[in-house]
């Protein structure tokens, strides 16, 4: 028998939220595809609202059923993930130097976008499961390290570094948010401090490029340093109010590389400056501010935990998004949250917003 509590306490205000978004999302890359010269990009936006409306349909499908079933189902989620994952690695489509796709000839799958939900889900899992006051001991956050770490291997393998490091980002954020013993916490503080500078020895010659050049863009002005000088003086010439939609400079001469996905943050400064950036980035705030509230209002500890970690992939993925094309962090190639082009990124964030509204909805229900 169908809920009629289920349409009173439906989050009309998250999904007001994702549309707007999805909008902007739409009309910065029009702009930014449209005013270029490079014809096959043109129908991107085309895609880009196809892929919107499967996103859609994904949200609905993840608010329909009761959430508590991916309790049971969490662990088939994650092995389905990573199964898929190690498929990339023999079968995976080979694209600018790297595998991260999964080429089924009418569309392309990117796994380490969906085994993102599975890793939360899974965490979500053994957390509500096994919280205690104290927090937890490290003998305890050995089943979510290893969870958490698989996938991250896989996914360096690709390679694919910065889509790794959110996978830790989000994992030690979920496991903050549950709270650690403070012994654990200074061996873990520790052991990561110490890690950091030998992860250097490991990284890959783009990859040290990478840091070099975000420590000092000058030093190859033309070479590694090109992306974040050109998208620097893109969100600068914005100014206060910008020049205005299909009017900027940089992106219509095509001096922007990857305008429609890494830099799209770029393009919108340009055209609508500082007040149209705010605007957008008031309304992340807002989103993000919602998914916590939406995990403190839940009154079932698996529900909390999941909402927290949908939440912080979003907050994750804008912070990085957002300080790479600022020049605060290394080019890492990161999509903006329903703004940049990439199908599998948007119909894995909606499915997460879906998840959102679904322990929303049923903040009420009680086992």
């Not at 028998?1 to 999805?22: E, N, P």
């Not at 400079?249 to 996905?261: C, G, Y």
């Amino acid at each position: 028998m169908f809920d009629r509590r289920l349409v009173q306490y439906f989050d009309w205000g998250m999904l007001a939220l994702t549309l707007v978004l999805g909008a902007i999302g739409v009309l910065t890359l029009y702009s930014a595809v449209v005013s270029g010269s490079e014809t096959p990009q043109r129908v991107l936006y085309i895609k880009q609202m196809l892929w919107f409306g499967f996103g859609l349909m994904a949200m609905v499908a993840c608010f329909l059923f009761n959430y508590k079933t991916l309790d049971r189902w969490a662990s088939v989620i994650y092995a389905a993930c990573i199964l898929m994952l190690v498929a990339v690695l023999f079968f995976g489509k080979y694209v600018g130097g790297s595998r991260r796709w999964l080429d089924f000839g009418f569309v392309s799958l990117q796994p380490s976008e969906l085994i993102k939900l599975g890793l939360i889900i899974s965490l979500a899992r053994y957390y509500s499961r096994m919280a205690t006051p104290k927090g937890f001991t490290l003998r305890q956050l050995v089943i979510p390290i290893v969870l958490t770490l698989l996938p991250f291997a896989l996914i360096v393998r690709q390679p694919d570094l910065g889509t790794a490091m959110l996978f830790l980002l989000i994992a030690g954020s979920m496991t903050v948010y549950m709270k650690i013993e403070r012994r654990s916490m200074i061996t873990l503080v520790t052991a990561g401090a110490i890690a950091v500078p030998l992860v250097w020895f490991f990284l890959k010659g783009y990859q040290k490029r990478r840091i070099l050049t975000f420590l000092n863009p000058d030093r190859d002005p033309l070479g590694a340093g090109y992306h974040i000088i050109q998208s620097k003086i893109a969100i600068g010439s914005g100014a206060i109010s910008g020049k205005g939609f299909l009017k900027g400079s940089q992106n219509t001469l095509e001096f922007l590389p990857e305008q429609h996905t890494d830099f799209i943050f770029s393009v919108l400064a340009e055209e609508w400056g500082f007040m149209g950036s705010m605007v957008m980035l008031l309304l992340f705030l807002l989103l993000i501010v919602w998914g916590l509230n939406i995990a403190a209002s839940s009154r079932d500890p698996f529900g909390t935990v999941l909402a927290v970690g949908v939440t912080f992939m979003i907050f994750w993925q804008v912070f990085i998004n957002i300080g790479m094309v600022m020049g605060l962090m290394p080019v890492v190639g990161v999509p903006l949250p329903l703004i940049s082009y990439g199908g599998s990124s948007i119909v894995t964030i909606m499915m997460s917003i879906g998840l959102l509204i679904n322990v929303s909805m049923r903040r009420f229900l009680f086992e």
